[in-house]
């Protein structure tokens, strides 16, 4: 049973109060991937590079079991860039560039043996492309969709068509107010259940994040993290250590979503401690579940003595 | 053993999206005493009045076992008034007036019988008038204070010098950033604890609280909340439930402190789903446990089957 991820594979420039990189791994195909890839193997990446693309990341990718058949490589042209520069309070960032690249005409094709695939990830791309993807896969068990502030305000009307289709919906919580124009998040995580995912989890940043399934709402807690050296990808990290941990249990019981809501800000508090995708590339299970243990220290309060 | 509450005493005129109302009672020596008087009776309450202020009032706080011998009622004078008006987005509000009247020279006078009293609860007034109190309780055992950006801009060495003889305090996140202009949680948390407070709790409204004590760090939910009527006074009726718990409990084990964080959040949620202090002017010892036990269902994502 394939876990099919699909979004953006990027060279990323990051400026932080801390450091500063060229040309680093990134894109949310790229750290969903990667999270992933610590609760299933194979994970099958549909993306787009240029030529340009380094044969390193090819190779660190796929010794962690991310399987590249659907990432496409087209010769003569160079890998989508994106410069960020965080400011000293690490919430703002400003873009500094975006050159799309091979990524302008990107359409993603789903290999035939993946047309089956029961467990999608929609990484942040334009929900056009998102579509795209889910026309060419049969009958997905479990779609889990991300987005950012740019669809909601340019392309709102393939954004809501798309959420139709999806099972999981993961948005962070200015996005949530934006796309409702509701400030309380709970009645704004009504407003977006009503247009068609069922599960729907808002992330909070420094706060953690907010799940609703069924009539379960559920607040998960922040890593309490004192130094964070690079932010990118965090949110990306957390949809693939979500649907990783989901794929790999196959369970939808509302207790086991909690459960991959906290794998998924396990794996995103790794991320965030070293640049780029350095922080998710060679983690050993033991990391992983001491993390997992301490966030139940972190918001267990009524534990009997 | 008594439990001392020092704040304001107030009439307020608020305005919400959903009502308007003119002096209703508030203070957070008001909130915080109610809040209180579920877990602990009697609680002492320590402010100042105008002899306009409504028999009403008094007789409803004397019916939830509230002291009021330290209540001054100064004859000729009128009582604190804030008025304020809440937006669209409860997270913002404008003040729209404050008449010190009674409160411009309050000068707490502590009751000799409760010159001995162990827990003492510093609702937000100046530093100044935080540090009289103490100055006149022989050997509390306890000390919890709370405190507003107001302070921080205009007496920030007052607070200093009172932040060496308190044990707890409360502040919420911006109040914290902006003590220690440091845009990290964690890390502003580690600062303001070199400041004297050994345990902090850093209040971030809709997100919850997070309570450092010894090498512990716990993050308490919010309470999920569709519909907020009025938000003045959550903060005050957190600490109220927050230090009546523990004045109940006499545990100051980490344990235990984190129920009592449970305990001021539960409080804060009844406290806003209603103008003034009505939503904690009349509830039973069940429905607080019911929603205690909300706030568990909330949170934990590791219960076994």
């Not at 087209?74 to 500094?96: A, P, S």
């Amino acid at each position: 049973m394939s876990l099919l991820v699909v979004g953006s594979v990027a060279l990323d420039s990051v400026e932080t109060p801390f450091d500063k990189i060229d040309d680093a791994l990134g894109g949310s195909a790229t750290y969903i991937s990667l999270a992933a890839s610590y609760f299933s193997a194979p994970v099958n990446l549909i993306g787009v590079v240029g030529s340009d693309f380094p044969k390193d990341y090819i190779k660190m990718l796929e010794q962690r079991n991310i399987d590249l058949e659907g990432l496409q490589i087209i010769e003569g042209e160079k890998t989508f860039r994106w410069g960020g520069k965080y400011h000293h309070d690490l919430n703002v960032r400003d873009t500094l560039f975006t050159e799309l690249n091979a990524f302008e005409n990107f359409n993603p094709i789903i290999p035939e043996s993946l047309k089956k695939a029961r467990y999608v990830c929609l990484g942040n791309i334009g929900p056009d492309l998102q579509i795209k993807v889910l026309e060419q896969v049969s009958d997905p068990q479990l779609v889990v969709c991300d987005t950012m502030n740019l669809w909601i305000n340019i392309m709102k009307q393939d954004l809501l068509k798309l959420l139709k289709k999806v099972n999981v919906f993961i948005l962070n919580d200015s996005e949530a107010k934006l796309l409702t124009e509701e400030p309380n998040l709970i009645k704004a995580a009504k407003l977006i259940r009503k247009m068609g995912p069922e599960i729907l989890i808002i992330k909070k940043g420094e706060h953690g994040a907010l799940l609703f399934t069924g009539d379960t709402i559920f607040s998960a807690p922040a890593y309490p993290m004192e130094i964070i050296f690079d932010p990118t990808g965090a949110g990306d990290t957390f949809a693939g250590g979500f649907i990783g941990y989901l794929h790999k249990t196959r369970d939808l019981s509302p207790k086991n979503i909690k459960r991959a809501v906290i794998y998924g800000s396990t794996m995103a508090s790794f991320c965030v401690e070293k640049f780029s995708t350095k922080g998710i590339e060679d983690l050993s299970h033991l990391q992983i579940l001491e993390r997992f243990r301490e966030f139940i220290k972190i918001s267990s309060f009524n534990e009997s003595d």
